[in-house]
Each structure stands twice: as C-alpha cells, then as structure tokens.
C-alpha cells in the first residue's frame, strides 16, 4: 500500500481528507501542526479523531508562528464575528499552506511517501491564494525540486486536494458515507476550553450552512 | 529602503549574505529558525552577531523538526567527520530549504517586504536539491501564487541567492571587505557548549579550506 501524508487540524475538512485517504487504499501518515493558534482544543480533537480511524502515525510538529505574526489566527487580533466582507479575510495565515505543505513533504520524505493530501477548498476560501489549483501545482513541482527522492527519481511528489472544488455540504454527504461522527472534529476558529464551537466565525458560519445545505443534522457542540 | 527577509543562522554564509543585503541598501528582517538543531549555541551567535548589524529586526522561529526527523542534524543519527562520500549527505534535512523560505515569505508578508535572502550555495552544496537555481526559482514562482500581495499584484516576490555560485573563498574575500568578523560566526554542525568548533565536520573542513584559499587566517575556534 502507498504511504500518504495527510495535512490534518482535526477540523471538518481535514478530517474528511484523512478518512478520504485511508478508503482510497493508502496507508496514512497524518500531521497537525501546533502553529501557536488560539485554537488549541483543536489538537486534542486530532488526536482522538486520529486514533479513532486506522491511522499508521500521527505527528504533532511545533511552531510557533506567533513569532511571525500577521493574522487574527496567530496574533492578538480578534477573530471577527458574522463577517461580510468580501476579499481576503483576516484569518488568512501568511503563506500558511507553504509552511504546512513543506512540512508534511519533509515528513513524507522521512518516512517515504510521495502523496500528499490537503483539505484545501477553493469555494469556501476564495479569499485564500493558498488554497487555489495553481498554487497547489506550483508545490507539487517544487516538491519534486526540493527532495532528495525527487531528484534521484524514485517517485514523483503529488499534492492531493480530493475537496478542493466540493461544497461543505458535498463533503459532509462524503464524510457521512465514510461514517464520520461530526461531533468529534472542531472547526471553529474561536471555541471554547470544552471545544465548543462558538457558532459565529467565518468557520463555524460554514459548517453550519454546510449541514443545513446536506439535510444533516448538525452535530457540532455549541457554547 | 527596500525591505528584505534575510534567513539567518549565525553561520559564515548567512552571516556574509545578511551583510550583503544590508550594504546593497536594503533594510534587513533577519529571520533565525530554532528548529531543534544539535547547535542551540549557533542561535546565540545569531543574536549577537545581528545585533553588530544595523538590523531592523531578529526574529527567531522555533519549528522542532525532530518530530518529522531524518537528518543527523535533527535526529540521533552522529554527525559524520571527515567523510569522503559523494551523494547526499546524512546532514540533509528534508524539505529543509522549502520550510525555511516557507517561513521567510510568511514574515515577509506580515513585514511588507518582497525581497527574500537565502545563503543557498550550489558549489559546497552540490548534494542538496534544495540549494540548486531551479528550486530557488520554482519557490519565487510558488510565492507569488501563495500570498495575497502576489496574488493582489502590490509587489512581485523575490528570492535572491547571492553566495549561489561563489567559491567558500570569494565567499571570505567578499565578508571581510564588509567589515565581518568571523570570529562572530558559527558554521560547524557540532560545536561544544561555548561555540567552539570541531573542525572536523563537513561544515568545518569547507570553512577551513575556505579560509585557506582566500589567504585569509582563520579566526575560528576550534574545540
């Protein structure tokens, strides 16, 4: 079986991406990042969530990112509520899915896999450049650039965004086909200390959507 | 002024780049990274020796890249002394360049600068995919695709290399008409508690030679 390493938060998509992976017949390495987000019930929830699927290993790296700042996600700038502003919102991480991506390819040259797997989306975050296809193609060319195993050609580096163009409600019909308990990934950008959705942010106002537009019942824990 | 991200280690060749990049007019953002290297002494040289610079800022970003390991820099695999193999060196830490400029063009785009430096060198490190002009380039084109002053045409990323294809002593030759001490710099990959090097190490036998074939006297201390 392949090896896959799969950028996982512990969130609805990511999630989805992770158990997506395993059924499409990979064998998975999954990789939270500890990024110093506000956030961090958000890893507990991985971590459980990982154990709960047939997951090979799951990492944990740390960095903090507040060193570097720039967003409501790693600074002292509030997360915004019932937003509706369009354009790049303040939640945008700066070059988030480079740092993410470059460590679940350093990850997966460790451990010698060449599929990498992203929950990214291109029509819930418009807003990201991190998230559009050309992006993704243009790391999936430098990763086989970068690598010790792609310049000696002993595979080639695919970069995997199975949810790139669904909407949340097409993923939540494929995460409830893959017998997914919602209950048990966090998306919200602001929850609290129990990882309780705070039902407001830009996050939770999707996945709720999300739910509705599924005809499923929402099972995320609100505060 | 012109800002610039300036990826810094302590070592000789970061150390020379930083002070090139300052003498070329522009204002300096010099980004170190504690990424659970065996060389924790090697970021106090950092301090210091940014400190000696006109450096606007010195950022320090902790990433354990021990939790993905891989590399003898990184791991408990022993650092090789006086090897004589070709090939790709225990010393190469995967996916160690994307990570670092990854994180570079993070803080560029919280900082507002365009301009990243890296002491990447394609002579002395000719085993490592990551320190060749095709890499550098696909992540010049991959940051502009990334990030929202890319993609919001505010300004174009670039990702210069100006050690790229100097010999260790053109590299000597140049840091000592700026003004380097290089005494202040740490370049070995197993230095003692004081910073001493061991002289023995990859890093350390390029350095020497360096020194030598400049014509210049090593102020380096050795364990």
Same mark, same amino acid.
């Given at each position: 079986m392949a090896k896959a390493v799969v950028l996982f938060s512990g969130g609805l998509d990511s999630s989805t991406t992770l158990a997506g992976a395993i059924e499409s017949g990979f064998t998975a390495y999954a990789l939270s990042v500890?990024?110093?987000?506000?956030?961090?019930?958000e890893l507990e929830f991985a971590a459980k969530f990982a154990k709960s699927l047939a997951v090979t290993e799951h990492r944990t790296v740390s960095l903090d990112l507040r060193a570097i700042g720039g967003s409501a996600l790693t600074s002292d700038i509030d997360v915004p509520k019932n937003r509706d502003s369009?354009?790049?919102?303040?939640?945008y991480v700066p070059a988030r899915n480079t740092i993410l991506l470059g460590l679940a390819l350093g990850y997966a040259e460790t451990v010698g896999a060449f599929d990498l797997f992203i929950g990214a989306n291109?029509?819930?975050?418009?807003? =990201?450049? *991190?998230?559009?296809p050309e992006f993704l193609t243009a790391f999936e060319n430098l990763a086989n650039l970068a690598t010790k195993a792609g310049v000696e050609g002993t595979g080639r580096f695919r970069v995997h965004a199975p949810l790139l163009h669904k909407t949340k409600a097409e993923i939540i019909r494929d995460g409830v086909r893959l017998?997914?308990? =919602?209950? *048990?990934?966090l998306s919200c950008y602001d929850p609290d200390e129990r990882g309780?959705?705070?039902?407001?942010?830009d996050s939770c106002i999707l996945r709720r959507k999300g739910f509705a537009e599924a005809g499923v019942s929402d099972p995320t824990r609100y505060q």
């Open positions: 500890d990024y110093g987000q506000r956030h961090k019930v369009d354009g790049i919102p303040i939640t291109v029509l819930d975050y418009s807003g =990201y450049p *991190d998230c559009r017998g997914i308990d =919602y209950a *048990d990934t309780h959705a705070c039902g407001e942010c």
